[in-house]
């Protein structure tokens, strides 16, 4: 049993920052891919920014130059530092991960329960 837990949502003015963290725990062999993606009332889930166990990064065009994403392999965590947040920006925000839990297992798709994030003045 694989489970993600999130923190670090709240609620900020616009061009202030927040970090969301997410950390992996549970039958654990390897993580291949950690990440965020968001959903805001109204839109589908689109994804933020991921990062690969070789540190390869993908963002989406609309948090370049705003958002890093970050991981730290031995603790299965993962992390977002958002700067200069915009209203756009307010969603809530889902922790992704896709993990192998045993040698001999397929990787599977793992979601944290989401954490909102609310910008606005």
């Known amino acids: 049993q694989v489970q993600l837990a999130e923190s670090g949502g709240g609620s900020v003015q616009p061009g202030g920052s927040l970090r969301l963290s997410c950390a992996a725990s549970?039958?654990?062999?390897?993580?291949?891919?950690m990440g965020w993606y968001r959903q805001a009332p109204g839109n589908g889930r689109e994804l933020v920014a991921t990062v690969t166990s070789g540190s390869n990064t993908n963002y989406a065009d609309s948090v370049k130059g705003r958002f890093t994403i970050s991981r730290d392999n031995a603790k299965n965590t993962v992390y977002l530092q958002m700067n200069n947040l915009k209203p756009a920006d307010t969603a809530v925000y889902y922790c992704?991960?896709?993990?192998?839990?045993?040698?001999?297992?397929?990787?599977?798709?793992?979601w944290g329960q989401g954490t909102q994030v609310t910008v606005s003045s």
């Open positions: 992704y991960a896709r993990i192998t839990s045993r040698p001999q297992d397929s990787e599977e798709h793992y």
């Open positions: 549970g039958t654990i062999f390897s993580i291949y891919v």
